[in-house]
């Protein structure tokens, strides 16, 4: 059975949640699931935006069926090529055999490396290319690395909705939900929002600020992501958000502590600078266990707050490799403008501290504080006070800004 | 080919020889004990048109070659080997890139009065952080309308203060390397031309070395030395010339000993006989002519191949190199078949063994001949992996806050204060003045900028009431003997360990910076911006310390004797956060690819140092294929 949401005139959701998948790519773990979105607008002329996992193929063509009541297809405009929204393609073609396909030469190019029978049935646009349906006019952006090559974004100067591809969407499923004034935001989906861009898009934090630039052109009512809620109110609060990620700026004075133990001694040493800092003042601060928790969530953190402690013992003469893992994911999703505390902790020949300082020396600006703290298997009297006066310069060091 | 000098350049020789023996040598010992300049000798030099040897008659030179340039340094260097260095600097390095690079106007202007010996002229390449490796380049010029602006410094500058006349290297492209340094000719005199100090030299002590200083020194567009970028170029060429000259003083001085120790070991009887005659001797005086041969020979066939405008660069770096390397050997046996005689001041063959030295250090160093040599024959090394192009050099002091207040002199004091008692330093308490350096908490130092042994009065007031001992640079304590040599601070002296230190009028040579780098806090009042101890200090008042310290002092007195400072405890080193790298960064709009500047793409050919505006158009992303075009800039906040 069907299951859509009018999002505006001429226009609807006919995308589907899915809450059965363990891992989004195979690698981040959504405990709440996902929504796969796509729009269809009913004009002179029907367009589809973009499609739907595969996995939720049968809802999404019912949810089509529906809503075009009998009319056919005309368009299918695709502003994203990965499989997560495209996978559905083939059935559309197969369903609809005359529409047209639009989208842009990189995507024609991935539409053949994934084997969708594209071929006279495709309209290749760039940018700045315009389009009408009849009373909808719109206009293609190229949105480069954001965070495909081929992506765009399509933008309806009639109504100012933006289809916005992978930009601001969000992990979690919809469930019922359509607009992002519907739910509280901040509190139920700011942090997996975070997770998705962060692990997702964070490398591209340059492309994604060209598209802001772009998009600062156009007068914007309405956003519509492939993922999440449809955003038509406050939508300065999700540019912000978009603005501090893509320039790598934390969002908030805090600290992620970020510790790896093998039999909780370093765990110790991490509750004890906890417990200085807060002891200090410093009461926003969360911790977390790397062997345990995983690094997609760690990531979202590591973006969020302005320092870090990174605490960790010395494995096979290296870094303990939960540890190393999440830093090298940092390092990969290019991370910057940090502070961080560095705690080792060896009992023969300490070396986690000297590996976790060179993975932070390859990123760009990671400031390690003065304050290093050498763990000798369990925390004596010496380095509980090292670990207070890193508290003291953690908290000393929130003074400073970096530019951005 | 004969491989003997004409009858012409002996007649040459003959003149100098006479010269050096009859206006040098008397007043050799002298110049080297008071570590004075020969400007009569130089003046009459001038007279004589030998200071313009190798260049045409038209542009005020002797038209003679390179040959003749040759010998006249070895002949003044086999009296005195800095009177020999003072006509090497000026005709090989002074003069030389003018007539070789000038423009027609720079040659009339510039080259005439140099080589008809009106004016001295000298070489600035050597800085702090760029001696054999002239890619660590740190002085600046900023084009600004019709002037380059010049920032930064040289040290060791050979004729300098005395030259009127200045060859420049600076950075016009930053960042890039070698590829980013200009030449430019800078006169004496010009507002913000600043000379630091004139060091104390183990030997060519008649030569006159010191520091440049440029403060926003306004250079004439037209006084760029071919074109922006070709600086580098320029000074390897000179250096190629300069060489021969080298090797020259080199020859002169080890033939000056030679010549000496043959007398006197025919003179002095030991055993029966003189020792010359002593086999150990006459093996000795054997072995030293024919290395005294082998370097002359080298010498001469490299000036000859310059003046055949055939390549020399190898030649005279072998020359160079052999020539000073055999010349310490030479003067070492010279001292040596002297005895205890040759040991004492006064002695010939003492100062030539002082004075052989340099030769193997400078103008490139012997190490640095043999990588010219090597390269000749075996070509450029391959690429190493990595970048090379190297970051802005870290300061000698770590990583500082470098805060330079703004306002009046009393508004930056203040802050200063604010700042110093915002870090937790308490002026309630304080150390007693004399307590050594090296345990002390705090200390109050002046440089050289404090001028007069009065004025050290308002550093002894501050020390007071900073609660501080008190210590000095090097030159204050060793040359000014305003302290005791135990109070100067530096690598060579003490260092300072303690938490809190003011460098009054220091301007922060590194071997001054290395005895503070363990210092918590340093406090620099400087009136030359561009003071090296800027970059080194965590706060910073421009002005002069006449001024700024008895305001200071004022700010920090409390009105009561200070109570006795309790037992020193390190404090936290300021966080300083991580500064950009200085590039501008392109990422790939096809696959995301970051292009760095300082690793260059050598897969494509491109060198380390290679902005993306460099990169050639047909340029593409080495992992994608994408165009150069298709490469965004990365933006900042601000840019949005």
Not at chain 1, 150 to 166: R, Y
Not at chain 1, 268 to 292: C, F, P, T, W
């Amino acid at each position: 059975m069907h299951c859509v949401r009018k999002v505006t005139d001429d226009l609807y959701w006919v995308g589907a949640n899915e809450k059965r998948l363990h891992l989004f790519e195979n690698i981040h773990p959504i405990e709440d699931g996902v929504s796969y979105n796509s729009y269809l607008l009913l004009d002179e002329k029907t367009v589809l935006f973009d499609t739907a996992d595969w996995a939720v193929g049968r809802q999404f063509i019912e949810n089509v069926e529906y809503v075009l009541d009998g009319r056919k297809l005309d368009y299918m405009v695709i502003n994203h090529m990965e499989p997560d929204h495209c996978a559905s393609m083939e059935e559309i073609l197969l369903r609809y055999p005359e529409v047209t396909v639009v989208s842009t030469e990189k995507a024609y190019m991935l539409m053949q490396q994934f084997g969708f029978s594209v071929t006279d049935n495709f309209h290749q646009v760039q940018e700045g290319d315009t389009m009408s349906f009849g009373k909808h006019n719109v206009v293609f952006v190229e949105a480069p690395m954001v965070h495909w090559p081929e992506a765009m974004v399509t933008f309806d100067t009639t109504n100012g909705v933006l289809f916005s591809a992978d930009a601001f969407g969000s992990f979690k499923s919809l469930d019922g939900v359509l607009f992002a004034d519907e739910v509280n935001f901040d509190r139920d989906w700011l942090d997996e929002a975070r997770r998705y861009y962060t692990n997702i898009v964070g490398k591209y934090g340059p492309h994604v600020m060209d598209l802001l630039g772009k998009a600062a052109t156009i007068d914007i009512k309405m956003l519509c992501p492939l993922h999440g809620p449809v955003w038509r109110k406050d939508l300065g609060y999700i540019l912000d958000k978009y603005v501090h990620w893509a320039t790598y700026e934390p969002e908030e004075k805090g600290v992620l502590i970020a510790y790896a133990s093998m039999y909780g001694n370093t765990e110790s040493a991490a509750q004890i600078l906890a417990a200085k800092l807060h002891e200090k003042g410093m009461h926003n601060l969360r911790m977390y266990d790397v062997s345990k928790t995983h690094q997609s969530y760690l990531i979202g953190e590591a973006f969020k707050y302005s320092h870090m402690a990174l605490l960790a013992p010395t494995y096979n003469l290296n870094l303990f490799p939960p540890m190393e893992s999440f830093m090298l994911d940092m390092q990969k999703l290019n991370l910057q403008k940090r502070v961080v505390g560095v705690v080792e902790n060896g009992s023969w020949a300490p070396q986690s501290g000297v590996v976790m300082k060179e993975i932070l020396d390859s990123m760009k600006q990671m400031t390690v504080l003065n304050e290093e703290v050498s763990v000798t298997s369990s925390v004596s009297k010496a380095v509980y006070d090292e670990l207070d006066s890193l508290a003291d310069s953690i908290i000393d060091s929130m003074k400073q800004d970096y530019k951005y | 080919m004969l491989f003997k000098t004409t009858e012409a350049h002996e007649e040459f020789r003959a003149k100098i020889r006479a010269f050096a023996e009859e206006e040098v040598k008397p007043i050799a010992f002298m110049l080297d004990k008071e570590n004075s300049f020969p400007h009569e000798v130089v003046k009459k030099m001038a007279k004589n048109g030998w200071l313009g040897i190798p260049y045409p008659k038209e542009y005020g030179g002797a038209g003679m070659d390179a040959l003749s340039y040759a010998i006249a340094v070895e002949e003044l260097s086999r009296v005195d080997g800095g009177t020999g260095v003072i006509l090497s600097a000026h005709v090989s390095l002074g003069s030389y890139p003018i007539a070789a690079f000038g423009t027609e106007e720079q040659k009339k202007k510039y080259l005439m009065p140099l080589a008809k010996g009106e004016k001295l002229g000298a070489f600035g390449l050597t800085e702090p952080n760029a001696g054999s490796d002239a890619g660590g380049t740190e002085t600046t010029a900023v084009l600004e309308g019709d002037h380059y602006i010049l920032n930064g410094g040289k040290i060791f500058i050979t004729n300098a203060p005395i030259a009127e006349t200045y060859i420049v290297f600076a950075v016009t492209t930053p960042n890039i390397g070698t590829k980013g340094i200009s030449a430019f000719i800078v006169e004496k005199g010009w507002e913000g031309f600043e000379f630091g100090d004139h060091y104390d030299k183990l030997g060519i002590r008649s030569s006159s070395t010191a520091e440049l200083i440029f403060n926003d020194v306004k250079v004439p567009k037209e006084n760029l030395l071919g074109k922006e970028g070709q600086g580098f170029k320029i000074a390897m060429a000179t250096l190629d010339g300069g060489r021969i000259g080298i090797a020259s003083q080199a020859l002169g001085i080890a033939q000056g000993a030679f010549e000496h120790a043959v007398e006197y070991s025919k003179e002095r009887i030991q055993f029966g006989k003189p020792i010359a005659f002593q086999q150990v001797n006459s093996f000795k005086i054997a072995d030293m002519a024919t290395k005294l041969r082998c370097a002359r020979f080298l010498i001469y066939s490299a000036a000859e191949l310059k003046e055949a405008h055939e390549p020399y660069g190898m030649e005279s770096a072998m020359a160079k190199q052999y020539a000073s390397d055999i010349a310490l050997e030479v003067v070492n046996d010279a001292l040596q078949i002297f005895g205890g005689t040759g040991y004492l001041k006064g002695m010939e063959v003492e100062r030539a063994y002082r004075d052989a030295k340099i030769t193997t250090i400078y103008e490139g160093t012997n190490e640095i001949q043999r990588v010219v040599i090597a390269s000749h024959i075996l070509g450029k090394a391959p690429k190493e992996d990595g970048g090379v192009v190297k970051k802005p050099a870290a300061a000698a002091t770590g990583a500082r806050k470098k805060i330079l207040f703004k306002g009046t002199a009393q508004e930056q004091v203040d802050q200063l204060v604010e700042a110093l008692k915002g870090d937790g330093y308490d002026f309630t308490v304080g150390i007693d003045k004399d307590t050594p350096i090296v345990e002390a908490d705090r200390v109050v130092s002046a440089g050289k900028g404090i001028g007069e042994k009065a004025n050290m009065k308002l550093i002894e007031a501050l020390a007071v009431q900073a609660g501080a001992a008190v210590g000095s640079s090097r030159p204050v304590a060793e040359t000014l003997k305003y302290l005791p040599i135990d109070r100067y601070v530096g690598m060579s002296g003490q260092k300072f360990t303690g938490n809190l230190y003011f460098a009054c009028g220091i301007s922060g040579a590194s071997q001054h910076l290395k005895g503070i780098k363990d210092a918590t806090t340093i406090v620099a009042i400087n009136k030359n911006k561009n003071a090296p101890i800027f970059k080194n200090a965590d706060y910073g008042i421009v002005g002069d310390v006449l001024e700024i310290l008895p305001l200071l002092t004022k700010a920090l007195d409390n009105g009561k004797e200070k109570k006795p400072a309790p037992p020193r405890v390190k404090m936290k080193r300021a966080t300083v956060l991580k500064e950009a790298d200085p590039f501008d960064r392109y990422v790939c709009n096809g696959c995301g690819y970051e292009y760095h500047t300082e690793l260059g793409d050598p897969d494509g050919d491109i060198a380390p140092g290679t902005t993306y505006e460099q990169l050639p158009e047909e340029w593409l992303c080495p992992l994608c294929g994408s165009a150069k075009i298709d490469f965004v800039k990365v933006k900042t906040k601000e840019d949005k």
